[in-house]
């Protein structure tokens, strides 16, 4: 799926128990922003304790997002649960406090976790250090 979906979730709204691994598909769609992915060429899997895994495919500035399988992507997201995925991924979560706590993880490159979630216009995100 292409971005420019329509979401069943507003980026304001809890989504709940009901919220699938397509809805969250089609918030990330709605939510992605180009300027952030410059230059960034992935591929991620996103795998949600009890729902479907979500596929993204960054290309310098542009966002394919579905449930295609990727065969071998760059590195994977692990969440607990659609609930934590949910909330790590708009920001009404902390992904440090949530990996402290064995609910969110990674496979491959942590520090990108950071760079998703820019991408995705996360309210979370820990203020940049200054040198």
């Not at 300027?35 to 991620?44: E, H, N, P, Y």
């Not at 979500?54 to 659609?82: K, Q, R």
């Not at 979560?93 to 491959?108: H, S, V």
Request: proline share 5%.
């Amino acid at each position: 799926m292409a971005c420019g979906l329509t979401p069943r979730v507003g980026s304001g709204e809890m989504p709940g128990m009901s919220i699938s691994s397509q809805t969250l598909a089609e918030e990330l769609a709605k939510r992605f922003r180009p300027q952030a992915a410059q230059g960034l060429r992935m591929d991620i899997r996103l795998a949600i304790g009890g729902s479907d895994d979500v596929f993204l495919a960054l290309d310098d500035g542009h966002l394919d997002v579905g449930l295609a399988t990727i065969s071998e992507p760059d590195v994977s997201f692990l969440f607990s649960d659609m609930d934590t995925a949910w909330r790590i991924l708009s920001g009404r979560e902390n992904a440090i406090d949530a990996f402290m706590q064995g609910r969110f993880r990674a496979d491959g490159y942590l520090m990108m976790a950071f760079k998703l979630m820019e991408i995705f216009g996360s309210l979370s995100l820990p203020p940049t250090p200054n040198d």
